[in-house]
Structure formats: structure tokens, C-alpha cells
């Protein structure tokens, strides 16, 4: 079943999302996989129990190269990126000259003068144009349109992906390296956004499947019920990243939101730990600002299946909490867990009460 347009871009596995029955909607200006016949819940609790391999392909990568690469993009993002080691990357935010964010993403250091990047689909277009319009003259922002993303995923992903790449026995949690699987040459880091272990895996688009779909994990074989998740933000990725943590892959913009509810939630920090002198006066200041006026703060939201199942469209529904689950902006006043609040699902009120983050441990390696 498809629900998008011929001028949707595909990903590099359309063919074996559709061979598998998928149910293809628009999403990020791409025709992505939604669901399965053995529908979101057994991708979720495959994702849980075993492991799950996501498509992303949609989502932005690039190349940022030049020795004064880290520099360049610590005046666009609060994170600290000249202190990352080759073979590092961070989660940070990308934001505008008032401090205000305008997408996330990942950068991995792969070498003194070379940054990899991954930002959200929907924002690549827009990002890399404002990252390029920020550069100075040594330093070049290649996009690679050419290559595929996924995330393999699951508490058994790395006992699976061993035999096909005996490199990443060692690779520890947020730690990026280049290596073959099963023959492929492939950029992975141990990281994701599902809460489990795992790794997301960048590789050449015309080989994404390739060798691996005979040697590839059983529970990812093409043909099985579990071979493939859906990979956009209304199918099982999305489930299972929001019970787990608030980190984001969104199409919105918040340019007058800063990093600083971030920071109350402990993913980045309120301001840079330590950053070089020639960080713009205004940026720096502009954060601080930001941070110290923060008003709002986005808290867990927690409701009875019962009265979800009275409104008409609920919440994402935790498998392991069985109850439904969703985030959202709230004055600080009315943040603290316990707080009974009132949620609108499409015009009918829905109680809910305030949870701490994230709803679920993670189980990310060490």
C-alpha cells in the first residue's frame, strides 16, 4: 500500500521494503516504510528482545573537512567538537546567532581535519546551507547524497553483526570506525536512538543490501517477519525512541527555543565546558542568555490506557509500560513529576500526569 507521490524520493532499499508488504507513506520528502503485516508492536518488541534493522537513508550526511573544521562548527553548536578524539562523535545542536535551535545532529571526528555529520531529513537542505553560509574559506561541507544509513539495533545487535564484522568487537558506546562487513566498507558508530545497544551503519546506497542480505542475522534476513523496521518518525522508530529517551530526529525548528531545556533534562550542557578564544562574542552570550531566561521545559507525559482508548488519536503506547506515553513543552511551573495535567488529542482533553525522563533506562553500552 503506498500513500506518496512520484516526486518522493525512495530509499536505496524501496525495493525490499515493498517485497516485504511494507505500507509506504510520504515522510521528509522521501516514500518510507510506516509498517509491516506483522505490524509496529512486533517491530517494537523485536527491537527489544533481539534486534531490529532500521532504514534511515533519508537523513542528511556530510562530510566537514579542514584543519579549522572543529573550530568552524563550534560557532554553530553548543557542544564541545575540538576536544573529540578521532574516532569520536557527539550529539549536539545546531542553532542560529541568537542561540535559538534550528535542528540535531551527530558529528563524529574521524580525523584531525575531517568531521562527519548527520542531521534530520527534513532540515538537511536547510542546514547544510546555513552550516556552508558560516564557513570560512578552508573549510569545505560535502553532502553524500550517494550514501545509505542503518541502525541496527537490539540488546543481541552486536552478538548478531559479530561474524559479519569481527572489527567492531571493541568499539565502545558513541565511538565511530571504518571497517568492512561482510565485505562492505562501512562508517559505523555504536550509538542510535532506540535506547538499546546497537550500531548505525553509513555505506555506499548502491551497495546497502548487497553481500549482506545472505549473511546478514537471521531476524534480518529479507523474507523474515522481522527483516526490516520502519525507519520514519510514525512507525516503531518512533516508539521506541520516545519511551527510552527525549533525544529528537524532528522536521520541526525551535529558532526561539534554546538548548537550555536540554540541559535541565541532562543531555547537553547549559553552555560550552571549554571552547577556544575565538568563539563569537554574540553566539556565547546569546546562549548564556538563553539558558539563563529558559522558561519552558519538555517533561514526560504519562496517561491510563483507558482513557487513551476514549480519544481519538492517543499518544505513542510503550510496550514494556502499557500505557501511552508523549513530551511536550510546559512552563516550568507545572513541570515537576505528579502534576496532573490535561493533553489535547484532537480537540478532546486526555488527563495525564508529569513523569521524569527518560521513561524507560536506556541500555546503551559502556
Known amino acids: 500500500m503506498t500513500e506518496?507521490?512520484?516526486?518522493?524520493?525512495?530509499?536505496?532499499l524501496d525495493g525490499l521494503h515493498r517485497a516485504l508488504g511494507a505500507r509506504i507513506v510520504g515522510f521528509a520528502g522521501y516514500a518510507m516504510p510506516v509498517s509491516?503485516?506483522?505490524g509496529i508492536l512486533a517491530e517494537h518488541r523485536a527491537c527489544r528482545e533481539e534486534a531490529a534493522l532500521f532504514d534511515v537513508s533519508h537523513m542528511g550526511q556530510a562530510g566537514l573537512r579542514g584543519m579549522a573544521a572543529a573550530a568552524a562548527l563550534e560557532r554553530l553548536v553548543p557542544g564541545d567538537i575540538a576536544v573529540l578524539a578521532p574516532g569520536r562523535q557527539r550529539y549536539t545542536l545546531l542553532t542560529n546567532a541568537a542561540g535559538g535551535?534550528?535542528?540535531d545532529l551527530m558529528v563524529a571526528r574521524l580525523a584531525e581535519d575531517d568531521l562527519f555529520l548527520i542531521v534530520n531529513a527534513a532540515r538537511k537542505a536547510a542546514d547544510f546551507a546555513h552550516i556552508t553560509a558560516h564557513l570560512p574559506p578552508d573549510v569545505t561541507l560535502t553532502p553524500h547524497p550517494e550514501r545509505a544509513l542503518l541502525a541496527f539495533q537490539g540488546p543481541k545487535a552486536m552478538t548478531l553483526l559479530a561474524p559479519l564484522a569481527p572489527a567492531l568487537a571493541d568499539l565502545h558506546f558513541m565511538a565511530v570506525r571504518e571497517c568492512a562487513i561482510a565485505g562492505i566498507p562501512c562508517l559505523v558508530s555504536r550509538s542510535g536512538y532506540t535506547g538499546e545497544d546497537g550500531v548505525e551503519i553509513s555505506?555506499?546506497?548502491a551497495r546497502p543490501w548487497g553481500r549482506w542480505?545472505?549473511?546478514?542475522p537471521a531476524c534480518c534476513r529479507p523474507g523474515s517477519a522481522r527483516a526490516i523496521c520502519s525507519g520514519s518518525k510514525r512507525g516503531s522508530a518512533f516508539t521506541a525512541r520516545i519511551s527510552t529517551r527525549p533525544r529528537r530526529r524532528s522536521q520541526q525548528t525551535w529558532p526561539g527555543r534554546s538548548p537550555s531545556a536540554g540541559a535541565r533534562l541532562g543531555i547537553f550542557p547549559a553552555a560550552p565546558r571549554s571552547r577556544p578564544s575565538g568563539k563569537p562574542a554574540r553566539r556565547a552570550s546569546a546562549l548564556a542568555s538563553a539558558s539563563k531566561a529558559g522558561r519552558r521545559c519538555e517533561p514526560g507525559l504519562r496517561s491510563s490506557p483507558t482513557g487513551a482508548r476514549s480519544a481519538a488519536s492517543p499518544p505513542a503506547v510503550s510496550v514494556r509500560l502499557s500505557a501511552p506515553i508523549a513530551m511536550g513543552y510546559v512552563a516550568a511551573a507545572f513541570a515537576t513529576p505528579g502534576t496532573a495535567l490535561a493533553v489535547l488529542v484532537r480537540e478532546r482533553a486526555l488527563a495525564a500526569s508529569v513523569v521524569p525522563l527518560p521513561f524507560l533506562p536506556h541500555r546503551y553500552a559502556s
Do not use: F
Open 4 to 12: 506518496e507521490s512520484d516526486a518522493l524520493h525512495v530509499s536505496p
Open 36 to 38: 509491516y503485516p506483522a
Open 101 to 103: 535551535i534550528l535542528d
Open 203 to 205: 555505506l555506499p546506497a
Open 213 to 216: 542480505a545472505s549473511r546478514c
